[in-house]
């Protein structure tokens, strides 16, 4: 009898993984094909590149470098799981951008237990910010998607990994800070993104910042200062890339990482010549 009972719940456990892995994809791909259906064609801006910012566009595309229209990465690394003290688990990940109308979806699998994995999508399509995760791709744990606060958040991010897609970065308004760094700004319809890049001595990014970005406490979004990190560059078609990058929630008592993410593969695609 209780073997029968066993084998019933693993047939069932497997039909739900199944099945949560099926609508998944199937999620997926809407998503992504919703992502291709809002793209453009992106129209120069019009403003000077501070010192720093020329610099580093020098040293990361080749001379007369195609716009880039959008990428696909992959990555591997670690997810902070902890809200107060740290629970890293792995994760990998796909992810496609494109940039211009500015979008992306990052579609992780976070491994939280033995046998049990979160899935996450992670996106800004259309103007519309997303957060969705679920457990076994079948239940329900943060859902997060239509308003200011995620949209900004989630714009804030597609800027801060401009490194993955440089030429993005000739694209926007800046403003000059010092020698070393310089103020992107980012507009989307009604959704403006700011950020600091930094610039090493080598003349590439080596950290992006957020005076608030916000995040999620009890489920609130709450403004927050935030961080990403990049390092361990390499060429890809050319262009100079990070290979690694770790984020954090700058708190009151110190940075507070939660992603820490090696890049293992990216696609670019070129905008055609007019």
Do not use: C
């Amino acid at each position: 009898m209780w073997l029968r009972a066993l084998i019933f719940v693993f047939l069932i456990s497997f039909a739900a993984l199944v099945y949560g892995t099926f609508r998944w994809k199937a999620g997926t791909r809407e998503l992504r094909a919703h992502l291709e259906a809002a793209r453009g064609k992106l129209a120069p801006a019009d403003s000077t590149l501070p010192p720093p910012v020329a610099r580093y566009l020098a040293l990361a595309l080749p001379p007369d470098q195609p716009s880039i229209a959008a990428v696909n990465l992959a990555h591997d690394g670690t997810f902070n799981l902890g809200s107060t003290s740290p629970h890293w688990s792995p994760f990998t990940s796909t992810q496609r951008v494109v940039t211009h109308r500015p979008g992306f979806d990052w579609d992780a699998r976070i491994h939280m237990a033995p046998g049990v994995d979160a899935y996450v999508h992670d996106a800004y399509v259309d103007g519309v910010g997303i957060l969705q995760v679920e457990a076994l791709a079948v239940l329900p744990m943060v859902d997060l998607r239509g308003t200011s606060d995620v949209a900004k958040g989630e714009l804030q991010r597609f800027l801060a990994e401009a490194a993955w897609y440089p030429t993005r970065l000739r694209d926007l308004d800046w403003q000059p800070i010092d020698a070393n760094s310089a103020r992107a700004i980012l507009q989307d319809g009604d959704t403006t993104a700011a950020l600091t890049f930094h610039f090493n001595a080598d003349g590439l990014i080596d950290t992006v910042r957020a005076d608030a970005r916000p995040r999620l406490v009890k489920g609130v979004p709450t403004a927050t200062p935030w961080e990403g990190r990049f390092w361990n560059y390499k060429s890809s078609d050319g262009i100079l890339v990070p290979t690694d990058g770790e984020v954090s929630w700058l708190l009151p008592d110190g940075p507070y990482p939660y992603w820490r993410g090696h890049l293992t593969n990216i696609e670019f695609q070129f905008e055609k010549a007019a």
